[in-house]
């Protein structure tokens, strides 16, 4: 489903993954160090490609390698299964990076050396907070773009932006992603994180970011590939023949009421790259084909869904409860604005887990906020929300929480 450089004589199965974010400020250049460390373009998306812009998440999957020299993805002994996510850094489009978010084990975050932070750098900085991501590598990237001086500036200036953060202890590796310098050395660092505990055990969820049909056009009848969900395994064990529902599925309309149909299938096949398994755990990225006929799940229609074994996956809801702070500043913007606290009869954007959903606030009490939700969501106790304010007609982040 996705190309890789996996060979067949590599069990993926027996490798540690991860899942790895591409995060930071539009233009700095992470699509291009996608490309130097996978070998893949990411953005194959139609607009995408026009505007030269993330708008959608991007996949691309590789192994690492190790020789007597270095690491790489070419040759040596196997040693991590890497699964790249390139989210969108454009400021209109923080819906779709915190939905990428909620996928990633580690994230990269690319500053621009001819460029610096910027207002971006500083919104996804804060994201990867309120998604608890801990795993931090920052790519100083354009390096051949500057002198060494205005490189050591940027250094240091990239330094005393993360003091105080959670990527405060995060390595900082000057990079070329144009001339493919220090590539190898994102290997390195990406091959020593420990990696995050896993469940394996317990009723399987799947998590849908992507939601499509793999058919080429004139592809014949009897040679046709069911709808495909692309997404991760949050935990338990799904394998080839498992009957599944998605919820909250399928948007139904009859005439001015909207509701919600859960779709049920079967997988057809797993893939974890372009490398066929017939059982899935937990971590990196998966593709689900199933037996649905591709209309259901063309144009991500899909996406934001939870799948899982057919009635294990809990009830939709179109109510919230979320013990929740907000930030002291918005950050994205030019200059220091305030964040007002949460206010009864407001309108919020919540992000559970790939899912994003407008939230009217009901009530605010000792931390603890009561949302009606415009579109349902399948919620876990604990799991994290991310909650962003329209301003000035754009949405920021302004602050996080975990369901009640």
């Not at 489903?1 to 996996?6: A, F, I, L, S, T």
């Not at 590599?10 to 130097?36: F, R």
């Not at 991760?232 to 498992?242: F, P, R, W």
């Not at 974890?272 to 398994?277: F, L, N, V």
């Amino acid at each position: 489903m996705v190309k890789d450089n996996v060979g067949d004589n590599v069990d993926v199965s027996k490798l540690p993954v991860l899942n790895v974010g591409m995060v930071g400020h539009i233009d700095h250049g992470k699509t291009t160090l996608l490309q130097a460390l996978s070998g893949k373009f990411a953005d194959q998306h139609s607009e995408e490609l026009k505007r030269g812009i993330t708008i959608k998440l991007g996949y691309a999957d590789v192994i690492i390698r190790k020789n007597k020299n270095d690491y790489n993805i070419e040759d040596g002994e196997p040693v991590r299964y890497i699964t790249f996510i390139d989210v969108p850094g454009h400021e209109m489009l923080m819906a779709t990076m915190l939905s990428g978010s909620a996928m990633i084990d580690v994230a990269i975050l690319v500053v621009a050396s001819n460029e610096g932070i910027k207002s971006q750098t500083r919104e996804h900085l804060i994201a990867l907070e309120a998604k608890k991501i801990k795993n931090i590598i920052i790519v100083q990237n354009k390096i051949d773009l500057v002198s060494k001086e205005e490189a050591v500036k940027k250094y240091k200036e990239i330094k005393t932006f993360i003091k105080g953060t959670v990527a405060e202890n995060a390595v900082i590796i000057p990079v070329s992603a144009l001339q493919k310098i220090n590539i190898n050395k994102i290997y390195e660092c990406l091959a020593d994180i420990k990696i995050p505990d896993r469940t394996n055990s317990g009723d399987p969820f799947f998590i849908v970011a992507r939601s499509f049909d793999v058919n080429r056009p004139g592809t014949k009848i009897n040679e046709l590939n069911g709808g495909v969900l692309g997404g991760a395994l949050k935990q338990g064990t799904l394998k080839i023949g498992d009957e599944i529902e998605i919820k909250p599925g399928m948007v139904i309309k009859e005439k001015d009421r909207v509701k919600y149909e859960t779709v049920k299938t079967k997988i057809i096949s797993l893939y974890r790259g372009s490398h066929a398994i017939s059982e899935a755990i937990p971590g990196g990225s998966l593709s689900i084909e199933t037996s649905l006929d591709m209309f259901f799940t063309k144009s991500d229609k899909l996406s934001g869904c939870v799948a899982g074994l057919a009635g294990k996956v809990p009830e939709i809801s179109y109510s919230l409860k979320v013990k929740a702070t907000h930030f002291k500043e918005v950050f994205g913007l030019e200059g220091h604005v305030g964040v007002e606290d949460f206010r009864p009869g407001e309108t919020l954007m919540l992000s559970v887990n790939t899912s994003v959903t407008i939230g009217k606030v009901i009530r605010v009490k000792d931390g603890v906020i009561e949302f009606q939700l415009n579109i349902p969501v399948v919620p876990f106790s604990g799991d994290n929300v991310g909650i962003a304010r329209n301003i000035n007609g754009h949405w920021r982040l302004v602050g996080f929480g975990e369901i009640a």
